[in-house]
């Protein structure tokens, strides 16, 4: 089945400086990858996602990379700013694609802006 | 407002009885749901896909028997944590994803914190 690898598991930064998260994923069908933003207690929001048939996709400060051949994908915040700071998690699609199929997680990255 | 509907949000109960989650997608009809399990500082741990009309499918580990899905509408999932222990206390929040028209995107609940004393 399909496994989600997502690397640094914490990461701080200065307010300002830019973020960068990266995952990786097994299965090569996929062609689905959300990411999305947790707060303590609270439920994960999405916050991007990309398709299989672009390489990049951008909103405001966040954007996100998609390798296909490599199987990886990235996420990158620009800008930071402490509101930033909570938990992030990235996905990939599995069966039966395009259909809202069972989304698989990454291990999550504990993002701390500092003022 | 809310996509996904989850309750209740907090539940304490005492070990050995079973509490009952709710899952009700208000946007649109979902014929299927994820059920998931999140302990502190962890990620989110498929349990379970609901499916309408018929039995979940659940993830290699998870007792089927002990953790019971019924999914009878188009719009509510309901998890059902049986004779429940202390180390079944946890996070555990439904997802329901969107029709192709709507991205797939997928919605999560509000969690539940489940803890069993």
């Known amino acids: 089945g399909e496994n989600v690898e997502q690397h640094p598991s914490t990461l701080s930064v200065q307010e300002g400086d830019s973020a960068v998260i990266k995952c990786t994923y097994s299965?090569?069908?996929?062609?689905?990858f959300p990411w999305y933003k947790q707060e303590l207690g609270k439920r994960p929001q999405l916050i991007i996602d990309?398709?299989?048939?672009?390489g990049e996709k951008k909103d405001q400060r966040i954007a996100v990379t998609l390798n296909k051949t490599a199987k990886h994908f990235s996420l990158h915040i620009t800008e930071t700013q402490p509101e930033d700071s909570a938990v992030y998690f990235c996905a990939a699609d599995s069966p039966p694609y395009n259909q809202g199929g069972k989304l698989i997680f990454g291990q999550g990255t504990e993002l701390s802006v500092k003022p | 407002g809310a996509v996904v509907s989850q309750h209740p949000s907090r539940v304490i109960c005492k070990s050995g009885t079973s509490v009952k989650i709710e899952c009700r997608s208000l946007d649109f009809q979902a014929t299927t749901m994820f059920w998931y399990r999140q302990f502190p500082k962890q990620s989110l741990m498929l349990m379970a896909t609901s499916n309408e009309g018929s039995k979940a499918t659940y993830e290699q580990g998870v007792e089927k028997d002990k953790f019971l899905i019924n999914h009878a509408s188009l719009t509510l999932s309901t998890l059902t944590v049986t004779s429940a222990h202390p180390e079944d206390s946890s996070f555990y929040i439904c997802?329901?994803?969107?029709?192709?028209?709507?991205?797939?995107?997928?919605?999560f609940g509000q969690g539940t914190r489940l803890t069993v004393v």
């Open positions: 990309i398709r299989s048939n672009v």
């Open positions: 997802s329901a994803r969107a029709p192709l028209s709507r991205n797939t995107e997928a919605f």
């Open positions: 299965d090569s069908a996929s062609n689905y």
